[in-house]
């Protein structure tokens, strides 16, 4: 009973304390005063108090999935007040935004993790011969978790100086994925959202009762069982965060994205669109080419090569190897980077509102300590002959030879299928020292029995000075 007691309250405590050391790392930083603290947690523990009180009322809400709906709400209002903290922060002017949502994001977390803590020890209250008992194990517990708060602040705050910058965000957005993630859990069990098959199973290496899977859970989120859903609103809210609350944020924009293998190192932002489909019992060999011209930041007439030789692993995953060269005016043609690409095919085609899949990158320069790698998640919606694609990257940097840096980038695509061999379409791209826009089209020509080639070729135009004039792109895929 004493470490059953522990370990749960240990659960509650974790989490809160995680995120309320985070905030105040954040506050030091932009040099914000800490008066939300107090206020959030006073409004949690009695919003928390009134929760557990009322708590068999609202379970007979929404036909008696309401406490599923309600801790739904708490934790994506949770995830909002994350999302509206991390990008008030370090925007002076908006120094009082943070700290509503600072204060708002601690209350709301108490009144889920302090309600549920409230419910455990009241239904010991009548049973005297355990109630001593569990209430010490839970004050070891809170302890505990009070303790890995404290030194969780302190640690962040002894890291070097380009770290204790970024990792404050990093966590605000493992926060905000795991808030989601829990979300769409508690809606899943509501029957809210359709439940979806599980992901993968690590319960048997790493249980989520253990101490290291506790303090994962508080820190990242980790789930041994997690659906699908779970992890799509996952990868939603680590994204809302880096997109919206990275200081000095690039947010890249663009219409055709297919493969990626595009290096920041290298400086091309106009590529290819993924889409969030796997043919089983696939191969395929191919060939792109990008030309671009005259760029402030890039030499002139720069030529992308990349060749790749890619094959369907199952039904729902898709492995690539890719070799990518270049050359310009002041380079003759030399290989850059290999690079490994994994897709995800996340739901079957039609099955929801959307299809969605996910990717995942790594690449290495070749002459030079540089890696990077990266993950997307992929979405196709048709609305009759019009077909959109979205594909929302995170990608992270490192190496001796570059600044490490972490980047988000959504890229966007129109097209219309006028037919199988020639689909017009609409592109714009936004990245580092690029934005463009511009027409493509795209075909796939039946050769055989399972072969068939498809191609695609666009030429986007520079929006500003700092855009290449022109670049050109092409395609070829031979699939068998």
Request: proline content about 3%.
């Amino acid at each position: 009973m004493l470490l059953s007691s522990v370990i749960i309250i240990l659960q509650e405590t974790l989490e809160v304390a995680l995120l309320v050391s985070v905030l105040l790392v954040i506050s030091h930083q932009q040099q914000n005063k800490s008066v939300w603290l107090l206020p959030g947690i006073f409004a949690g523990m009695v919003l928390s108090f009134l929760y557990a009180g009322y708590m068999v009322e609202i379970s007979e809400w929404f036909d008696y999935v309401g406490q599923e709906i309600v801790n739904a709400t708490l934790q994506i209002l949770t995830t909002l007040s994350i999302v509206v903290c991390t990008w008030a922060a370090y925007k002076k002017r908006y120094a009082p935004i943070f700290l509503f949502c600072a204060a708002a994001a601690v209350a709301l977390a108490i009144t889920r993790e302090g309600s549920e803590t409230f419910l455990y020890l009241s239904g010991f209250y009548q049973q005297q011969e355990y109630f001593h008992t569990v209430i010490i194990g839970a004050a070891i517990g809170f302890s505990i978790g009070l303790s890995v708060g404290i030194l969780f602040y302190y640690g962040l705050l002894s890291l070097p100086g380009k770290w204790r910058l970024g990792a404050p965000i990093i966590l605000m957005a493992l926060f905000a994925g795991n808030m989601l993630s829990q979300a769409a859990q508690q809606l899943t069990q509501a029957d809210w959202i359709s439940a979806i098959g599980t992901t993968w199973d690590t319960s048997g290496w790493l249980p989520e009762n253990s101490i290291i899977g506790q303090l994962l859970y508080a820190l990242v989120g980790y789930e041994a069982t997690p659906s699908i859903a779970q992890l799509i609103a996952y990868a939603a809210g680590v994204i809302l965060v880096l997109v919206f609350g990275v200081p000095r944020r690039r947010l890249f924009l663009g219409v055709l994205l297919l493969c990626s293998g595009q290096s920041l190192q290298a400086g091309t932002v106009i590529d290819k669109i993924y889409h969030p489909y796997v043919q089983p019992l696939e191969q395929e060999l191919e060939y792109r080419m990008i030309h671009q011209d005259e760029q402030p930041s890039a030499a002139d007439n720069t030529w992308f090569y990349q060749l790749a030789y890619g094959r369907s692993l199952n039904d729902r995953w898709f492995a690539e190897v890719y070799l990518v060269g270049e050359k310009s005016d002041d380079q003759s043609f030399d290989i850059e980077a290999y690079e490994l690409e994994v897709k995800w095919q996340l739901t079957e085609q039609g099955e929801f509102w959307a299809d969605w899949g996910m990717l995942f990158e790594l690449e290495k320069e070749a002459n030079e300590d540089v890696w990077e790698f990266a993950t997307a998640v992929l979405l196709e919606k048709e609305w009759g002959k019009w077909s959109g694609s979205a594909n929302f990257w995170v990608l992270n940097e490192w190496g001796s030879d570059i600044k490490n840096e972490l980047n988000a980038r959504l890229n966007l695509q129109a097209r219309y299928r006028y037919s199988r061999a020639f689909e017009p379409a609409i592109e714009f791209y936004s990245g580092e020292d690029t934005r463009g826009l511009g027409p493509a089209f795209l075909g796939q020509i039946q050769l055989g029995n399972k072969q068939r080639l498809s191609w695609e070729a666009g030429v986007i135009f520079g929006l500003d000075s700092k855009s290449p004039n022109r670049t050109l792109r092409f395609l070829l895929e031979f699939e068998f």
